[in-house]
């Protein structure tokens, strides 16, 4: 993905090039074998903030040098140059290649918090998979712990309780989306009480906590109102349940209302699926028992027919 990310970008630095007013003395200099001179010229593109210049010489420049002494110092403008360009794929890849090539260089730590801080840049927002979120965490811890006096490590601390944060909003969203699914299927609901706990597991200190605890309480409601009336009792039960546990932990809560109110339903919710289980068993019976009158009558009938029968023979 990064490698065709990075193809774009040097097909537009090869098209601005064209349209530049400097086309042929740039081009001859980068068809040239003169490496000592792109060198030095892609180092003043650089610092004249032609990124996508410099690319064209830096990408070209970067076999023809492995090995020797301006190698470190080419490979760590390439990698800025990328990162200027916002090509945060490519660049956090080849800060992290400058960091592990060169781990005694004077630049080794920056590059090792440049190519985890373009991690972050590339974290996505909540709504989509949370994959590079989790990665740019990792890349983020490990620069800490590497370089725990480091002034940069402050910020990478900063840095990863902003993506923790996204995290516990994508836990949280997710969450409510089983939710509002639950009118399509019951299921949901109790798919959402799972997905809200696991959360809280995950995230012990989530700023949702309050808000979630209550939506376990209402989903669980909400499971138990669209049951059967034989499953409602423990249902319901479950609900009243969670309020315990909710107001216990937020007594002050300014959701305390709506609560108290979830549980006064489901009390009743208990209450009326007694009554319509014993309504029911109560209409069971009394078929039962019209069927047992039925067939009595019947046995009866035939019974006479029978005896009259043999009274006529």
């Known amino acids: 993905m990064f490698k065709i990310k990075h193809l774009i970008i040097c097909s537009i630095a090869v098209l601005l090039m064209g349209l530049g ?34 690319l064209i010489l830096f ?21 800025y140059t990328l990162y200027r360009l916002k090509d945060y794929t ?11 090539t060169y781990p005694a260089s004077k630049n080794a730590e920056e590059c090792r918090y440049m190519g985890a801080y373009c991690y972050y840049l590339d974290s996505p927002k909540s709504s989509l998979d949370q994959e590079n979120t ?34 516990e909003t994508k836990a949280f969203d ?5 939710y509002d699914l639950g009118g399509y299927d ?25 808000e979630m605890n209550l939506l376990i309480v209402k989903a669980q409601f909400m499971y138990a109102k669209n049951s059967f009336a034989n499953r409602q009792e423990e249902r319901f039960g479950q609900a009243i349940e969670y309020y315990n546990e909710f107001i216990e932990a937020y007594p002050d809560s300014k959701y305390a209302k709506e609560a108290k109110q979830l549980k006064q339903d489901s009390e009743s919710g208990i209450v009326n699926a007694k009554k319509q289980l014993a309504e029911d068993a ?32």
Request: hydrophobic letters at 35%.
């Open 21 to 54: 007013a400097c086309k042929s003395r740039f081009e001859k200099l980068r068809l040239s074998n003169d490496v000592a001179k792109k060198y030095q010229e892609g180092i003043r593109l650089y610092n004249k903030k032609d990124y996508n210049k410099a």
């Open 90 to 100: 490519t660049a956090r890849y080849k800060f992290k290649e400058f960091a592990d």
């Open 282 to 313: 109560a209409m069971v019976a009394k078929y039962k028992a019209l069927e047992e009158s039925d067939k009595k009558k019947k046995d009866t009938t035939t019974t006479n027919k029978n005896l009259d029968n043999k009274t006529q023979k």
């Open 186 to 210: 019951i299921t949901n609901y109790k798919s959402a009480v799972v997905a809200l706990k696991n959360a809280q597991i995950e995230f012990p200190d989530i700023k949702y906590a309050e």
């Open 59 to 79: 990408e070209g420049l970067v076999q023809k040098y492995r090995g020797t002494a301006e190698a470190e110092d080419l490979n760590y403008y390439y990698a």
């Open 134 to 167: 989790y990665k740019a965490i990792d890349a983020l811890q490990l620069f800490i712990n590497l370089y725990p006096k480091s002034d940069r490590a402050t910020q990478a601390a900063q840095y990863i309780a902003n993506l923790r944060n996204k995290l």
């Open 174 to 178: 997710n969450a409510k989306l089983y």
